[in-house]
T-cell receptor, first 112, second 112 residues
Framework: GGIITQTPKFLIGQEGQKLTLKCQQNFNHDTMYWYRQDSGKGLRLIYYSITENDLQKGDLSEGYDASREKKSSFSLTVTSAQKNEMAVFLC???????????FGPGTRLLVL | GEKVEQHESTLSVREGDSAVINCTYTDTASSYFPWYKQEAGKSLHFVIDIRSNVDRKQSQRLIVLLDKKAKRFSLHITATQPEDSAIYFCAVTNSAGNKLTFGIGTRVLVRP
């Protein structure tokens, strides 16, 4: 088995601030994903990466940057936090040739 | 791009009855259809999936039906128990198999 960890668990930011969320997986999976979950809107894909140093934009990439520094880690940066923004950011990973994605516990963001 | 519509936003059932959640999709090339469960305050975890080469799959009390002609698939939770109370998300993979599009989620409440 393996595990996905996301840090921090909770993130409180100020409007306009640059905020970075981190994700680590020890499954040795190739593909990693960042999703945003808003109440009533399901999950929307922000960025994904099929291997180290690869980046692919999802449907919601505007306002975000991502970085796949090594196979086990995938970071997401909110480039300029929006006032009153509240969402959960979920990281997931998937093994090559497999379909199932495994999710981390999430980072809850609140922007004051 | 692919669109997934999850038709029930909330579902309240009596313990022991069945709960049925319906989803429709747009891309006829889609071939993989997973379902995820999210319990209160937790992340998503995979519960069951179906591929386009079959029209029915069962795992214990969960049944998934797929109607490719109608581009519709459904999750049946039979003999519901209190621990089935959660939000359930349907999802569809793209033709390349590397991205999932999620429905907005159905909140299932199992009443005693």
């Amino acid at each position: 088995g393996g595990i996905i960890t996301q840090t921090p668990k909770f993130l409180i930011g100020q409007e306009g601030q640059k905020l970075t969320l981190k994700c680590q997986q020890n499954f040795n999976h190739d593909t990693m994903y960042w999703y945003r979950q808003d109440s009533g809107k399901g999950l929307r894909l922000i960025y994904y990466s099929i291997t180290e140093n690869d980046l692919q934009k999802g449907d919601l990439s505007e306002g975000y940057d991502a970085s796949r520094e090594k196979k086990s880690s995938f970071s997401l940066t909110v480039t300029s936090a929006q006032k009153n923004e509240m969402a959960v950011f979920l990281c997931a990973s998937r093994d090559r040739g497999q379909d199932t994605q495994y999710f981390g516990p999430g980072t809850r963001l609140l922007v004051l | 791009g692919e669109k997934v519509e999850q038709h029930e936003s909330t579902l309240s059932v009596r313990e022991g009855d069945s709960a049925v959640i319906n989803c429709t999709y747009t891309d006829t090339a889609s071939s993989y259809f997973p379902w995820y469960k999210q319990e209160a305050g937790k992340s998503l975890h995979f519960v069951i999936d179906i591929r386009s080469n079959v029209d029915r799959k069962q795992s214990q009390r969960l049944i998934v039906l797929l109607d490719k002609k109608a581009k519709r698939f459904s999750l049946h939770i039979t003999a519901t128990q209190p621990e089935d109370s959660a939000i359930y998300f349907c999802a569809v993979t793209n033709s390349a198999g590397n991205k999932l599009t999620f429905g907005i989620g159905t909140r299932v409440l199992v009443r005693p």
